[in-house]
């Protein structure tokens, strides 16, 4: 295994090298590097689109909530697939209409500069825990497939993705994108079918626990999830940068409605693959191993190496995209430059701080990504969809506008990170449960006063 991964990864990456050092030579603007010269097809969209919002915590994150809470644990993808749906219908023709380039770059043209600012604060310190998040996945997957906990193989991988994320840019994430959704679609069925239809097991007790709420997710969850994973979904900085890059209103349109279909049909696949190990592995049989990794293990040479570069690709295809989109943003929206020097250096030091924060083991990839979708989302959300939907309709009162954007991050970020101090102070277990969505509850409130009576 450890020869034919490395083989295959070193030919893997070189790939990618080659088509990021291809791409630089086409780059002459910084519309070109930052959003593929906004001229994307509907294939290259959805490709781009699934590939970006199938990550670590859509495949070893969800085979592990769901061997933990079972069936349930589809909800996440489910529920980013909805949101994907609804900003087809709702969103979609909106935002392309605006002609942003980054999702602050939206604030500032539907609200103005100051909103501009505290979006792109926002989504720059929430999104290193998210690269960082997908890195630490990274990390683990190539432990397990080379048995060894090497840091330095580690770090040449991370550092190989930046390399060819700075030097080609979105050109070359989109491109390497389609390469890396093939693998990670692949990979999976051919898991499922495998283990389902080759290796058999206990096939009957997965079938007969296929249910949508239990004693492990409740009507609460369910709630709580809807708005937070699927707000960011629904206009998230990344699965939004795919917007920016398509040619018109009605490819953003398409693209976001056909993945959404899509991504139903990869939910069901990848929480599958978690409730046939639920159900035919103990947990003393699988350890310290994750549910997605210990399925590798069951698969024969050909079948495992696949899984793995599809896995790995997932990785590395939300990994690029979140970190040329968060730097796009520092470059753009918070220093103010349109220039491809900036992105690319900005490109570097944001990937080796979040390979670092990777290196030191800050946080497991679901802990990660959820605490930065519970900042961002409340803070968000709403706030500046009310702003899309009144954008050359009504007028909007930044001040009050901005309250909205503050209130609800500050819950957010008091529900992440200091619940031990709200705690001491004797805060009802309800509320503090649920700060995230009275945070958006708040920032709904706010965000419709926000709204004049005229333009």
């Known amino acids: 295994m450890n020869y034919v991964f490395l083989t295959t990864l070193a030919v893997y990456l070189i790939i990618f090298i080659v088509i990021g050092i291809l791409d630089s030579k086409k780059i002459k603007t910084f519309t070109e590097?930052?959003?593929?010269?906004?001229?994307?097809?509907?294939?290259?969209?959805?490709?781009?689109?699934?590939?970006?919002?199938v990550g670590a915590s859509t495949t070893i994150g969800i085979t592990d909530t769901v061997y933990s809470i079972g069936f349930p644990g589809i909800w996440w993808l489910a529920f980013g697939a909805?949101?994907?749906?609804l900003q087809s219908v709702f969103l979609s023709k909106r935002v392309r209409h605006i002609d942003a380039d980054t999702l602050p770059d939206l604030a500032y043209k539907t609200v103005g500069g100051t909103a501009e600012k505290i979006i792109a604060l926002i989504i720059v310190i929430s999104w290193v825990g998210v690269i960082a998040g997908q890195l630490v996945a990274m990390n683990s997957l190539i432990t397990f497939a080379t048995g060894v906990n090497s840091k330095t193989?580690?770090?040449?991988?991370?550092?190989?993705?930046?390399?060819?994320?700075?030097?080609?840019?979105?050109?070359?994430?989109?491109?390497?994108?389609?390469?890396?959704?093939?693998?990670i679609f692949l990979g999976t069925l051919v898991?499922?079918?495998?283990?389902?239809?080759?290796?058999g097991g206990n096939t009957a007790e997965v079938l007969s626990n296929i249910e949508l709420l239990n004693d492990n997710y409740k009507q609460v969850n369910l709630f709580t999830q809807f708005f937070v994973i699927g707000g960011v979904y629904f206009l998230g900085p990344d699965i939004m940068s795919r917007n920016f890059i398509s040619k018109n209103e009605d490819?953003?349109?398409?693209?976001?409605?056909?993945?959404?279909?899509l991504l139903i049909v990869f939910s069901v696949m990848i929480t599958m693959v978690g409730m046939w190990i639920k159900y035919n592995v103990t947990p003393e049989e699988l350890g310290e191993s994750?549910?997605?990794?210990?399925?590798?293990?069951?698969?024969?040479?050909?079948?495992?190496?696949?899984?793995?570069?599809?896995?790995l690709s997932a990785i590395l295809s939300s990994t690029d995209t979140c970190i040329i989109n968060a730097s796009t943003i520092f470059v753009k929206d918070l220093l103010g430059k349109e220039s491809v020097l900036p992105v690319r250096i900005t490109v570097i030091v944001m990937g080796i701080i979040a390979m670092l924060l990777a290196v030191l083991g800050r946080g497991d990839i679901m802990s990660l990504l959820t605490g930065a979708y519970s900042i961002y989302t409340p803070g968000v959300i709403f706030p500046l969809a009310i702003a899309i939907f009144a954008y050359e309709k009504r007028g909007i009162n930044k001040g009050i506008w901005l309250s909205a954007v503050i209130a609800g991050g500050a819950f957010g970020i008091a529900g992440t990170y200091f619940k031990e101090a709200l705690n001491s102070i004797g805060l009802p277990v309800g509320i503090m449960g649920n700060l995230s969505l009275i945070g958006m509850g708040l920032s709904l409130v706010l965000a419709l006063l926000s709204i004049k009576k005229g333009k």
């Open 191 to 199: 898991c499922m079918c495998y283990l389902y239809f080759v290796r």
């Open 251 to 261: 490819t953003a349109k398409k693209s976001a409605r056909i993945a959404g279909i």
């Open 153 to 183: 193989v580690f770090v040449i991988v991370s550092l190989i993705v930046i390399a060819y994320t700075a030097t080609g840019g979105q050109l070359s994430v989109v491109k390497t994108d389609k390469i890396q959704l093939i693998f």
């Open 33 to 53: 590097y930052s959003v593929a010269g906004k001229d994307q097809s509907t294939f290259a969209v959805v490709m781009t689109l699934l590939a970006t919002v």
């Open 82 to 85: 909805l949101g994907l749906i």
């Open 290 to 311: 994750g549910a997605l990794m210990y399925a590798v293990s069951l698969l024969p040479m050909p079948v495992a190496v696949l899984l793995l570069f599809g896995l």
